[in-house]
């Protein structure tokens, strides 16, 4: 049975990029039935429109609450009967009312070691800090910041010659091979 997946994020859009092409690819049992989008003119959306993924903007300040907002949202999700939210990029903290909605099935895929380095920033974070040593994880989200269960993680060495730049393209590259693999092996045991 194909899993209906929903993709949500606010930016440039590699990583929703990089789990569809995998998808179709690596014959995982999964779509991406719809974007959710929190920046009207993000590139991410271009993306999506591309591959015929259809595209929920959703503009908080429209919305009195954040649970308002995610309401809306949740009509989309159940419209398109999806049953896993992957958050690729998304600069939002999820709200009560989508956990409670999709408990244990909200994603997140997070550029630095955790819990080292959360937030934001976490690849400038990880290189101002001077480290030997980032990576990638892959948490299930809860009420906190970054605070969910790791469902997997991936070293990334950091040299002396890396840059910003050179860093954050080699986090990326994790990012695109580790995030379809563990769509893939949660859709195989069936956590999602």
Excluded: W
Excluded at 43 to 50: G, Q
Aim: proline share 4%; hydrophobic share 50%; with cysteine.
């Amino acid at each position: 049975m194909v899993k209906h997946i929903a993709v949500f994020a606010s930016g440039t859009g590699t990583n929703f990029s990089a789990l569809q092409s995998a998808i179709v690819q690596r014959k995982i049992p999964a779509e991406i039935v719809l974007l959710v989008c929190d920046q009207a003119d993000a590139p991410v959306i271009k993306r999506a429109e591309t591959v015929g993924v259809p595209v929920l903007v959703i503009n908080y300040k429209d919305f009195a609450t954040k649970a308002a907002a995610e309401t809306a949202i949740l009509a989309s999700l159940h419209a398109h009967q999806v049953a896993a939210i992957l958050l690729a990029g998304y600069m939002r903290i999820v709200g009560k009312t989508l956990l409670a909605a999709y408990p244990h099935r909200i994603i997140n895929l997070h550029p630095a070691l955790l819990p080292k380095f959360p937030g934001r920033q976490g690849i400038a974070d990880a290189f101002a800090a001077g480290v030997s040593e980032t990576g990638v994880t892959v948490h299930f989200i809860d009420a906190g910041i970054d605070t969910g269960q790791v469902i997997r993680q991936q070293r990334v060495s950091v040299s002396a010659n890396d840059t910003l730049a050179s860093l954050t393209e080699r986090i990326h590259q994790v990012e695109h091979e580790l995030y379809p693999d563990v769509l893939a092996e949660l859709i195989a045991t069936k956590k999602i």
